[in-house]
């Protein structure tokens, strides 16, 4: 799984995201500062919804940019046998179901598709990137999913 790669379609997927978040922000504002949604009485909330769905939209929007510059300033880089799981890194588990998560600055449960499978994009204040971050190819850890707990093995860090 070429890294570069997925960083690019991660980055392609936060970038629409932020475009349509952007364009609702935008429409939502023009709505709420339009001349029909002006209360036409004490009772009359619709200009004042609109403005906070507007202001919700705008920091949605500001969250999405954030995360496209996070993710556009992050080396790729290899991580070397045996060095501990930080940003940047993809790891892949083996137990139940085994899977791939990529630590991201930002973001976390965007999905993407690679060649390899679906790649989780998780953060290290996340509860599983605060179990990963650390941790080093072949280590084990405890993870509980739906109420039950299971062993999963680190089989790779690139």
Do not use: C, W
């Not at 449960?109 to 072949?138: H, K, N």
């Amino acid at each position: 799984m070429n890294k570069r790669d997925l960083l690019d379609r991660i980055l392609g997927k936060l970038s629409a995201e932020l475009a349509a978040i952007t364009r609702a922000a935008r429409a939502t504002h023009a709505e709420a500062t339009d001349e029909e949604n002006k209360a036409e009485d004490k009772y009359d909330t619709r200009g004042l919804e609109a403005s906070y769905l507007a202001h919700g939209q705008s920091k949605a929007a500001e969250e999405a940019a954030l995360a496209v510059a996070q993710f556009s300033a992050l080396p790729v880089r290899d991580f070397a046998p045996g060095e501990p799981i930080s940003l940047g890194a993809l790891v892949r588990l083996e137990g139940r179901g085994g899977s791939h998560y990529f630590i991201g600055p930002r973001a976390g449960g965007t999905e993407i598709e690679s060649d390899g499978g679906p790649v989780l994009v998780i953060t290290p204040q996340s509860p599983l990137g605060r179990q990963l971050v650390g941790r080093r190819q072949g280590d084990t850890l405890l993870l509980e999913f739906g109420g039950k707990r299971s062993e999963f093995r680190v089989a790779s860090v690139t």
